[in-house]
């Protein structure tokens, strides 16, 4: 049957069930292994034999479910209003929740074990190789894992714990009102937490002034009452982290990321031995704004702006192909499967759900969703989602289920070395010198966000946790202030650290999944150091880089990239990237 037009740029969802018959069958064929996996409990680590066995139909039934629940989510994504869509979305959830339940003892079963016998059901039953890595994670965070009785109270106290969390977002994002502005059409608008990036991107410096004070005299009204919140959820991490044998909650939060204290703090040295080359980026964008005075509300503004570029689905996929073949035909021939089997939705629809993401699917392929606007910067949105599936695609087809899905740690690497090609070889095609102008402006935006703004987070959570930790008493003046210093340290004296920033940190919902951020710096860092590899075209690079995709998390996040020869806990990886950005500085200035 010929496919029509609009079915081209449509998902097909068909490979993962033909019909809501096999989707049903599936489902009960999960229920009925979750009933095998029950008769486990209490018995799983007697004898080496019910140890495979339960992870063997764990694994079928993990298969199964990735599946089942990624076809009710696709589903309900397209149209969120549609009433099938949301009653099978439902229905998968309630399934996740079961299947939650079903194997919830496996891993305290693991952990309260004779760790002996278990070394020895590895040692001796080869049939255990394919689960030996999660097996061993169990036993690793042994240390940290208190009595059942413990856990069972720290479980139901869950809730209260995640209060200040919860009451942030309540406060901030339903309570919150902050006034109206006038637009630079001299309309008055509300100013909303949504669109206040949009007003700070304006080229009209009133408006991103009004929208930057309306913001800030909101949080400086509430200050006490979020610092409160703020502070009973440090609290809250550090008497956790402590009762599980940790040093700190950083030592906690690194453990659970598969990385290191050393991997923090080298970032935050190398940025603090090299933050000059920030400045220098902040001097040039105030000469290219061409103000006396550069303020806080003018550093979103893009003195390059040309104007929106329109440009065809037909004419991205080209330019994404084009830029990441230097990947090598096997990866550019499966991008065009993506492209040319319904793999990505491309545009919007009515009730379709916002944004961009990649969700790889186990035993299928990996399905893309975009809201395509015909917008040169819709084009790296692409290439990113891609980067995602690509190290979906490849760790999925090297790796059970179990070892398939890579950790946070990584997960940014390979859609940041796609976004890093596209933008090379973008800026390298433009013969415009404006428009080229505005692609490195982007680049080297992008950077300052991702890599010095997210360190200068990191670097304030690390303060805070540390005081609070060592029992100062810290107030809302106390942390305005360490926030205020760390943006004079970060921005330098080319820009003007307006008061009303110290009251920033305050509306930052990161803040409240502690030690989150610095992952961004590592990605990019990362990412960089990796593509700049790719495009100096060093022998075996691309091969090895590959191989490190198919690993899922096989290994250890840390261990994963010294396989691309990048070392997070060297200052080294992060000197590079801070070298990477210098020179785009010098390519912008000269193009100028």
């Known amino acids: 049957m010929q496919e029509t037009e609009e079915q081209k740029y449509n998902w097909n969802l068909q490979d993962i069930f033909k019909n809501i018959e096999e989707f049903n069958k599936e489902k009960q064929e999960i229920q009925n292994i979750l009933k095998e996996i029950k008769a486990y409990q209490g018995k799983l680590c007697d004898t080496s034999d019910n140890l495979y066995n339960c992870y063997k139909l764990y694994e079928q039934a ?87 009785e413990e856990e069972n109270l720290l479980a139901n106290l869950s809730e209260i714990i995640s209060a200040p969390e919860n009451t942030f977002d309540m406060l901030t994002n339903v309570e919150f009102k902050f006034g109206n502005l006038i637009d630079e059409n001299g309309v008055e608008v509300e100013l909303t937490d949504s669109n206040y990036t949009l007003y700070l991107k304006s080229q009209n410096q009133n408006v991103r002034k009004q929208a930057f004070n309306l913001m800030y005299k909101k949080y400086s009204e509430f200050i006490n009452t979020i610092t409160e919140m703020y502070i009973a959820n440090v609290k809250v991490k550090s008497k956790t982290a402590k009762l599980r044998k940790y040093n700190s909650s950083l030592e906690k939060a690194v453990d659970n990321d598969d990385a290191s204290i050393k991997v923090y703090n080298s970032l935050i040295e190398a940025i603090d031995e090299n933050i000059s080359a920030n400045y220098e980026f902040l001097k040039l964008k105030k000469k290219m704004l061409n103000l006396p005075e550069l303020h806080m509300y003018d550093l979103y503004v893009n003195p390059c702006e040309q ?25 550019t021939n499966k991008l065009k499967e993506a492209f040319n089997n319904n793999w990505i939705d491309v545009y919007a629809k009515p009730n379709k759900r916002g944004g961009a993401y990649s969700m790889g699917v186990y035993g299928v392929h990996p399905f893309v969703l975009t809201n395509f606007v015909n917008s040169k910067r819709d084009v790296s949105t692409i290439a990113h989602e891609l980067g995602h599936s690509m190290h979906s695609y490849y760790s999925n087809k090297e790796q059970g289920v179990i070892d398939a899905n890579y950790t946070i740690m990584v997960a940014e690497v390979a859609s940041t070395v796609n976004e890093i090609l596209l933008a090379d070889y973008q800026i390298n095609h433009e013969q415009d010198k404006k428009k080229k102008a505005e692609l490195l402006y982007e680049l080297l935006e992008m950077i300052r966000a991702t890599f010095f703004r997210q360190a200068m987070f990191a670097e304030f959570e690390k303060i805070v946790h540390e005081k609070i930790e060592d029992g100062v008493m810290l107030s809302s003046d106390d942390l305005n202030d360490i926030y205020y210093k760390l943006n004079q340290k970060y921005f330098g004296e080319a820009v003007e650290i307006d008061e009303q920033i ?24 990362a990412a960089i150091a990796i593509a700049t590899k790719i495009l100096n075209k060093e022998p075996g690079f691309v091969d090895k880089y590959i191989e490190m995709l198919k690993q899922g998390c096989s ?38």
């Open 62 to 148: 993990l298969e199964k479910f990735e599946k089942v629940y990624s076809f009710g989510m696709l589903k309900y994504h397209l149209d969120m209003s549609n009433q099938e869509g949301i009653k099978l979305f439902k229905e998968v959830e309630n399934l996740g929740t079961e299947f939650s339940v079903a194997t919830s003892f496996i891993t305290p079963e693991i952990t309260y074990a004779d760790e002996a016998k278990i070394q020895n059901y590895l040692k001796n039953d080869e049939r255990l190789i394919q689960y030996s890595r999660d097996i061993k994670d169990i036993l690793e965070k042994k240390k940290h894992v208190l009595s059942k």
């Open 502 to 525: 110290k009251y920033e940190w305050a509306r930052i919902p990161h803040f409240y999944s502690d030690f989150y951020v610095y992952k961004y710096a590592t990605g990019v860092s």
């Open 555 to 592: 290994k250890k996040s840390i261990d994963l990239l010294k396989m691309v020869d990048v070392d997070l806990e060297s200052k080294d990886t992060y000197k590079s990237t801070i070298e990477f950005y210098n020179n785009k500085i010098n390519e912008l200035k000269e193009l100028l």
């Open 307 to 331: 104007g929106k570029d329109e440009i065809t689905f037909e004419e991205a996929k080209q330019e994404v192909l084009n830029a990441l073949q230097v990947l090598g035909k096997q990866y």
